[in-house]
Nanobody, 121 residues
Framework: VQLQASGGGLVQAGGFLRLSCAVS??????YGWFRQTPGKEREFVVV????????SYADFVKGRFTISRDAAKNTVYLQMNSLKPEDTAVYYC?????????????????WGQGTQVTVSS
């Protein structure tokens, strides 16, 4: 199983980026994005069930970020709009199985390598 995150980069405040997470090897029942800055714990951003029926967003991204998935490509996307400098972080995609769409990183056993997002002011 491999999760390959991509799409990070440098963008000005107010701009946008689209992250991708290509999953190979199998499908899972839930996929999520987390982010981490130096010296801080990895924090939850968003999670989606593979069927797409259930999503959960962290309050600080509601209305700005949108998660989606392409079942045919086994890929999950994170559209990030209206980016702020405080969104600067390494973004990680994660996956696992379970009946509950969880925001707890301990419930995700499969992780991508991370992609850096930097938002300048």
């Amino acid at each position: 199983v491999q999760l390959q995150a991509s799409g990070g980069g440098l963008v000005q405040a107010g701009g946008f980026l689209r992250l991708s997470c290509a999953v190979s090897g199998r499908t899972f029942s839930r996929y999520g994005w987390f982010r981490q800055t130096p010296g801080k714990e990895r924090e939850f951003v968003v999670v989606v069930s593979w069927g797409g029926a259930t999503t959960s967003y962290a309050d600080f991204v509601k209305g700005r970020f949108t998660i989606s998935r392409d079942a045919a490509k086994n890929t999950v996307y994170l559209q990030m709009n209206s980016l702020k400098p405080e969104d600067t972080a390494v973004y990680y995609c994660a996956a696992d199985n379970g009946a509950i769409v969880s925001s707890n990183r301990a419930n995700f056993n499969y992780w991508g390598q991370g992609t850096q997002v930097t938002v300048s002011s």
